[in-house]
C-alpha cells in the first residue's frame, strides 16, 4: 500500500504551481463549502481565509479575553464571521487605529457576520473557556493564494524558534516581533494555507518539557495537532536543538525523534510531515559556548536529515537560508541572544517557501 505522505510529495513535486495574492489564517479556521478553481490547468480548492486570533486573559467565571490584531491577518479585516457556541452574552468590541474604543455588539449562540470600521486595528471580544478550540472565525468573501497548499489546515511542532511567546501585535517587543513575523507564518502566507494549531513551545525538545508544565514536549504534543473541527493536511516540524543543549545524548535523541515521528503519522495518516533543519544559531561571540552552539546545530541537522530519509518524508534544508557566523549579530533579536529577528525570521520563512515549491 502506498504511503499518503510519500505520495502528496510526488504529486507536489510534479504539480508544484506559482503562487499570486497574499493572505492568512489561524486557530480553528472557518469551514465553507470549497471553491474550485484552475491554475496551470489543475483543479484547485480555494478557500476563504480564517482569523488569526489571541487569548489575551481569564476574566473570571471562565470567561476569555481573545484579541485580533488586523496587521496579523492576511487579507484586510474589514468584516468577520463567528461562531459561538456556548448559549451566553459574548461582547465585541473594536478599537480604531487612533485609540478610539468601538462597541461592535452583544452576540449569543449561532453563526454571526460583524462588519467593522475601515480604519479598525483590533478585535476583542469575550468568550468562554470551552469555546476556544472550537471558535470559528473568517474574513467573509477572502480569498487565498493559489498554490499546491491553497486551503490546507496546517499545525507546527517546534520549540521557540516557532512559537509565540508574546500575544496579540500590540504586547509585541520594540522590534515588532509577532504572529505576522514568524517563518512558517511567512510560509503559510504565500501558499494560502490555514493554519489550524500552533503547538510550538519555547524552551521544549523532542522528550523535553518546559518546568513549568509537563506534557508539552514534541513525543506529546506531536498527536495533538488538530481541532475539534479538523485534521491537518500538513505539519511542519522544527525541533530537537534543546534536546541537545540539556545534555541529552545524540542517539537517544534521534530514536526520540524517529519516535516522535511515528506517533505523528500514526494519529495523522492522511497528513504530509514536512521536516525542516535548523538554520545557522550562535550568539556572534568567539566563546565555547558559541562553538557548542554551532556543533549541536549540526549534529541535529544530521539527524533529521538522517530519520527524514528514512521514514520518506520531505527535509527542507534551513541552514544554508542565509544566516552565517559572519552575519550572525544582523539576524538574532539583541546581543548575546540566539533567537532571530524580524529579519532571520524572513531568510527561514523564504527558505521553506523554497523548499516546498
Known amino acids: 500500500?502506498?504511503?499518503?505522505?510519500?505520495?502528496?510529495?510526488?504529486?507536489?513535486?510534479?504539480?508544484?504551481?506559482?503562487?499570486?495574492?497574499?493572505?492568512?489564517?489561524?486557530?480553528?479556521?472557518?469551514?465553507?463549502?470549497?471553491?474550485?478553481?484552475?491554475?496551470?490547468?489543475?483543479?484547485?480548492?480555494?478557500?476563504?481565509?480564517?482569523?488569526?486570533g489571541h487569548v489575551m486573559a481569564v476574566e473570571g467565571?471562565?470567561?476569555?479575553?481573545?484579541?485580533?490584531?488586523?496587521?496579523?491577518?492576511?487579507?484586510?479585516?474589514?468584516?468577520?464571521?463567528?461562531t459561538f457556541t456556548q448559549n451566553e452574552v459574548h461582547s465585541v468590541w473594536g478599537a480604531r487605529a487612533n485609540g478610539e474604543q468601538v462597541m461592535l455588539g452583544t452576540f449569543g449562540s449561532g453563526t454571526h457576520s460583524i462588519s467593522l470600521p475601515d480604519d479598525i486595528r483590533e478585535v476583542g471580544m469575550y468568550i468562554y473557556e470551552s469555546?476556544?478550540?472550537?471558535?470559528?472565525?473568517?474574513?467573509?468573501?477572502?480569498?487565498?493564494?493559489?498554490?499546491?497548499?491553497?486551503?490546507q489546515y496546517l499545525s507546527i511542532l517546534g520549540d521557540s524558534l516557532s512559537s509565540v511567546e508574546l500575544a496579540g501585535s500590540l504586547q509585541s517587543d520594540g522590534e515588532g516581533l509577532n504572529v505576522a513575523t514568524?517563518?512558517?507564518?511567512?510560509?503559510?502566507?504565500?501558499?494560502?494555507?490555514?493554519?489550524?494549531?500552533?503547538?510550538?513551545?519555547?524552551?521544549?525538545?523532542?522528550?523535553?518539557d518546559v518546568p513549568e508544565g509537563a506534557g508539552n514536549s514534541g513525543l506529546?504534543?506531536?498527536?495533538?495537532?488538530?481541532?475539534?473541527?479538523?485534521?491537518?493536511?500538513?505539519?511542519?516540524?522544527?525541533?530537537?536543538?534543546?534536546?541537545?543543549?540539556?545534555?541529552?545524548?545524540?542517539?537517544?535523541?534521534a530514536n526520540e525523534y524517529r519516535l516522535m515521528l511515528e506517533k505523528t503519522?500514526?494519529?495523522?495518516?492522511?497528513?504530509?510531515?514536512?521536516?525542516?533543519?535548523?538554520?545557522?544559531?550562535?550568539?556572534?561571540?568567539?566563546?565555547?559556548?558559541?562553538?557548542?552552539?554551532?556543533?549541536?546545530?549540526l549534529q541535529m541537522n544530521d539527524v533529521i536529515r538522517a530519520?527524514?530519509?528514512?521514514?520518506?518524508?520531505?527535509?527542507i534544508d534551513l541552514y544554508p537560508c542565509g544566516i552565517t557566523g559572519e552575519n550572525i549579530k544582523d539576524y538574532v533579536r539583541k546581543p548575546g541572544d540566539i533567537h532571530p529577528n524580524r529579519a532571520g525570521q524572513a531568510l527561514m520563512g523564504r527558505a521553506a517557501v523554497n523548499g516546498l515549491r
Not at 504551481?17 to 471553491?35: I, Y
Not at 467565571?61 to 463567528?82: F, R
Open 1 to 52: 500500500m502506498k504511503n499518503p505522505r510519500e505520495q502528496r510529495n510526488k504529486e507536489r513535486k510534479l504539480y508544484g504551481l506559482p503562487v499570486f495574492v497574499l493572505w492568512f489564517t489561524f486557530f480553528c479556521a472557518f469551514s465553507v463549502s470549497a471553491e474550485e478553481v484552475e491554475v496551470g490547468g489543475y483543479a484547485l480548492s480555494s478557500a476563504p481565509v480564517s482569523v488569526y
Open 61 to 82: 467565571n471562565e470567561v476569555i479575553t481573545y484579541m485580533i490584531e488586523a496587521e496579523e491577518q492576511m487579507c484586510p479585516l474589514t468584516s468577520l464571521q463567528v
Open 131 to 151: 469555546e476556544v478550540e472550537s471558535l470559528n472565525a473568517g474574513i467573509p468573501g477572502a480569498q487565498a493564494n493559489l498554490s499546491a497548499y491553497t486551503g
Open 182 to 208: 514568524k517563518w512558517w507564518y511567512l510560509a503559510a502566507k504565500e501558499l494560502g494555507m490555514n493554519i489550524l494549531a500552533n503547538r510550538a513551545v519555547g524552551s521544549t525538545g523532542v522528550g523535553v
Open 220 to 253: 506529546n504534543q506531536c498527536t495533538n495537532l488538530h481541532t475539534r473541527d479538523h485534521e491537518p493536511d500538513c505539519i511542519f516540524v522544527l525541533l530537537g536543538l534543546n534536546d541537545l543543549f540539556v545534555g541529552k545524548d545524540i542517539g537517544v535523541v
Open 265 to 297: 503519522g500514526d494519529r495523522y495518516p492522511e497528513a504530509e510531515i514536512i521536516l525542516f533543519t535548523y538554520p545557522y544559531i550562535g550568539d556572534g561571540t568567539e566563546d565555547d559556548r558559541n562553538r557548542l552552539l554551532e556543533l549541536y546545530v
Open 307 to 315: 530519520v527524514g530519509g528514512e521514514l520518506g518524508l520531505h527535509v
